[in-house]
């Protein structure tokens, strides 16, 4: 993988559109879109490989593409890293609660569960015929900021462990920096009247904390070296490492296509997010039956757990334009599903460890991994 370390701050702003004058904030989002990964990495290729005139003249195509196709490099999945291994979103199928421990409130991180049973806290989804519950807790909260490392996340997917105490929240991991700024005429490079705002940077508050690429295509990627990564020319440091982390959990795996083989069902969790040409339903999956037959695979799409959508937006360095903008689907959401044709072998290779995403799937969008599913009553 290729680790990246920021050298100061790093700005990776929303797709929310931002003209100074008009709009003072500019809000960050944070873990970075694996796009924005994607093309730090285009663009430090470029640089080390004759510049960007050979990239739109074609002469990277057979390995960074160009401007419109891409080319042999791909990212598989991006992820944040510290002394624990890798740390991926909590699903969220996953609410959080607390509860007394020594007298005081311990937060704690339980699995739903898809049921038909009455007089529980209900995840509901009203587009579909079921619905999630929380057994044994009262009140929860949703649990969007939280992140999992490797080795518990394959727990929770096995359905080894339902509750979890450890993990950690976005807050402990990084800290917002605002600055304020203002635009400067290119002429005179004097300040001009009315243009203040203010950006929301992210600082790492762990020294341990890195960024990792999962990524195929560039073996003659440099070693290490600088590049440039976010908005406003941000600096991070990047090497090739070997990182110790449970990318994949084989015994986890076995338990789960148990699973599937005796009760037929499952989900799919998206540790990044993906863009579906239905919105939140993949193009393939018909909207009226919520069936999807997908390479050699039927399924029933039975309930979702899904966060708030995210806007995707990029630069078209040719046309030195916006690129389309899409609505995603965010990390961690979750579909439940009934395998009706096919095997759990087919499942897991046809879906665990893929990216599925109908747009962008080459740049890391739509990675996901398959999990085990308990129907309670």
């Known amino acids: 993988m290729l680790e990246l370390r920021p050298l100061d701050t790093l700005f990776f702003r929303d797709g929310k559109s931002f003209t100074g004058g008009d709009d003072t904030w ?15 990495m285009r663009s430090c290729y470029m640089t080390y490989n004759g510049g960007l005139e050979k990239f739109l003249n074609g002469e990277l195509a057979d390995k960074i593409g160009t401007p419109v196709e891409p080319g042999g490099f791909g ?16 699903p969220l199928d996953m609410l959080k609660g607390t509860r007394k421990e020594n007298g005081k409130d311990k937060e704690f991180l339980k699995t739903l569960r898809i049921t038909n049973a009455d007089n529980l806290l209900w995840f509901d989804n009203h587009l579909l015929g079921q619905r999630l519950a929380a057994f044994g807790m009262d009140a929860a909260e949703s649990s969007n900021r939280d992140f999992l490392n490797g080795i518990d996340l394959y727990a929770c997917l096995s359905l080894k462990n339902s509750e979890y105490v450890s993990f950690k929240n976005l807050g402990e991991l990084v800290c917002d920096e605002p600055k304020i700024g203002i635009k400067r005429s290119r002429q ?7 243009y203040l705002y203010r950006a929301n940077m992210v600082r790492f508050k762990m020294e341990d904390l890195s960024v990792m690429v999962d990524f195929a295509g560039l073996d003659d990627f440099p070693e290490q070296g600088l590049l440039k990564l976010g908005g406003e020319a941000k600096t991070a440091s990047f090497k090739k490492v070997d990182v110790a ?13 148990n699973r599937i083989g005796q009760n037929k069902l499952f989900k799919i969790y998206f540790a990044s997010p993906s863009i579906f040409k239905g919105g939140w339903l ?10 999807w037959g997908f390479n050699g695979l039927k399924l029933q799409l039975l309930t979702a757990a899904l966060g708030a959508p995210i806007n995707i937006v990029g630069w078209d360095i040719q046309k030195k334009a916006p690129k389309p903008m899409y609505k995603a689907v965010p990390a961690g959401s979750v579909y439940y599903f009934r395998l009706s044709e096919g095997t759990p072998e087919q499942v897991i290779k046809v879906l665990h460890h893929q990216n599925i995403s109908d747009y962008y799937a080459e740049q890391g969008f739509g990675f996901c991994l398959v999990g085990a599913v308990e129907w309670k009553k």
Not at 26 to 40: C, D, N
Not at 78 to 83: G, I, M, R, S, T
């Open 26 to 40: 500019a809000e960050t989002i944070f873990p970075p879109l694996p796009s924005v990964v994607y093309g730090a």
């Open 75 to 90: 990212i598989k999945a991006v992820y944040l890293h510290n002394a624990e291994g890798l740390l991926l979103p909590v």
């Open 188 to 194: 005179s490079h004097s300040s001009e009247e009315g």
């Open 245 to 257: 982390g449970a990318v994949m959990d084989y015994d986890s795996i076995k338990e789960i296509k």
């Open 282 to 291: 993949p193009e393939a999956l018909d909207e009226k039956t919520m069936t």
